[in-house]
Nanobody, 128 residues
Framework: QVQLVESGGGLVQAGGSLRLSCVAS????????MAWFRQAPGKEREFVAA????????YYTDSMKGRFTISRDNAKRTSYLQMNSLKPEDTAAYYC?????????????????????WGQGTQVTVSS
C-alpha cells in the first residue's frame, strides 16, 4: 500500500501562484509515476501533469503547459506542482496519484485507470 498526503492548497487571487506537495509513504519503492489531477465542481476529474522515474518522462495537459510545473524529490518521496499565473478556472480540488509503472505516453499518463493510489485532495480556489 502507498499513502499519499497533499498539501499547499488555499485561496489565491488571479495571477498568483501556489505550490502543491504530495508526500508518499508506505511501499514507495513501487512508485514509478506521480501525477496530479483536478476536479472542479460539477465537472469530471481531469489530468494536469505527470512525471515518471527513472525515465523522467513528463507530461502536461496543453492548457496548463507553461503555467504549471511538476517536479519530484525521490529522496523525500514527494511530488510538487508549481502553479503560476493562476486563473479562476483553475479552481478545483487537486489530487495526487501514483502508478507502479512507467507511463510512456501522454495518453497513458492522462488515464485515471492507470493509477493505483490516490490522495484525498487539496482545494485550490482562485478569486477574480
Amino acid at each position: 500500500q502507498v499513502q499519499l498526503v497533499e498539501s499547499g492548497g488555499g485561496l489565491v487571487q488571479a495571477g498568483g501562484s501556489l505550490r502543491l506537495s504530495c508526500v508518499a509513504s508506505g511501499r514507495t519503492f513501487s512508485v514509478t509515476t506521480m501525477a496530479w489531477f483536478r476536479q472542479a465542481p460539477g465537472k469530471e476529474r481531469e489530468f494536469v501533469a505527470a512525471k515518471s522515474w527513472p525515465t523522467d518522462n513528463t507530461y502536461y495537459t496543453d492548457s496548463m503547459k507553461g503555467r504549471f510545473t511538476i517536479s519530484r524529490d525521490n529522496a523525500k518521496r514527494t511530488s510538487y506542482l508549481q502553479m503560476n499565473s493562476l486563473k479562476p478556472e483553475d479552481t478545483a480540488a487537486y489530487y495526487c496519484a501514483v502508478a507502479t509503472s512507467d507511463l510512456w505516453t501522454l495518453v497513458l499518463a492522462a488515464d485515471e485507470g492507470r493509477y493505483n493510489y490516490w490522495g484525498q485532495g487539496t482545494q485550490v480556489t482562485v478569486s477574480s
